[in-house]
């Protein structure tokens, strides 16, 4: 492993842990969501994804693929429609569902968010 994966892996439990200490972490579902717990996570995806470092582009270039958990569906549109030459080095996956308006689709029974089928 790579010092940049152990970074990102760090930024990641950092954001998490961070999340528990403020109380996110343990707040009912009506108050805090998954998605609102990832929303760190999700902003350093989408940073990635539509502007990344040199570094990271150097790492794409020798085959590297970035695994992006959780995006909304009309941000992937939006990377395949801008970073398209990028799009074999990307793999997605958990991909919320959303409506026009880029707003996350929700279960009515249940609030939770819907996610796309990736046929696995």
């Given at each position: 492993m790579n010092g940049k994966r152990l970074n990102e892996n760090a930024s990641r439990r950092i954001v998490r842990a961070?999340?528990?200490?403020?109380g996110l972490g343990f707040l009912a579902p009506s108050q805090a969501s998954a998605e609102d717990a990832d929303s760190g996570v999700a902003a350093i995806e989408m940073r990635r994804l539509l502007q990344p470092?040199?570094?990271e582009l150097a790492q794409e270039q020798k085959g590297r693929i970035y695994i992006y958990d959780g995006l909304r569906a009309v941000d992937i549109?939006?990377?395949?429609?801008?970073?398209?030459?990028?799009i074999?080095?990307?793999m997605f996956i958990r991909v919320r569902k959303t409506d026009e308006q880029g707003k996350t689709l929700r279960d009515p029974?249940?609030?939770?968010?819907?996610f796309e089928d990736d046929g696995c």
């Amino acid at each position: 492993m790579n010092g940049k994966r152990l970074n990102e892996n760090a930024s990641r439990r950092i954001v998490r842990a961070l999340l528990c200490v403020t109380g996110l972490g343990f707040l009912a579902p009506s108050q805090a969501s998954a998605e609102d717990a990832d929303s760190g996570v999700a902003a350093i995806e989408m940073r990635r994804l539509l502007q990344p470092t040199p570094a990271e582009l150097a790492q794409e270039q020798k085959g590297r693929i970035y695994i992006y958990d959780g995006l909304r569906a009309v941000d992937i549109e939006n990377a395949m429609d801008t970073a398209f030459d990028r799009i074999e080095n990307m793999m997605f996956i958990r991909v919320r569902k959303t409506d026009e308006q880029g707003k996350t689709l929700r279960d009515p029974a249940t609030g939770e968010p819907q996610f796309e089928d990736d046929g696995c």
